[in-house]
């Protein structure tokens, strides 16, 4: 029953690493093309460029 478990959690992690994590490189190659999708079809871009100008301001760029 163990074993059962074991491999369904294993089938859910998406790579073939046994501790579930994936290489930061892999992660940003995934998430890139859905956040850019969602930025253009909602008109986010707006948004992303008055958040950057806040924090530079903060930051005293």
Excluded: C, I, Y
């Amino acid at each position: 029953m163990a074993h059962v478990a074991r491999s369904g959690r294993k089938a859910f992690a998406f790579n073939a690493h046994e501790s579930g994590t994936r290489h930061p490189l892999v992660a940003v190659a995934m998430v890139l093309p859905l956040a850019t999708l969602l930025v253009v079809l909602f008109g986010g871009w707006d948004a992303v460029v008055t958040q950057a100008s806040s924090v530079g301001a903060l930051l005293g760029r």
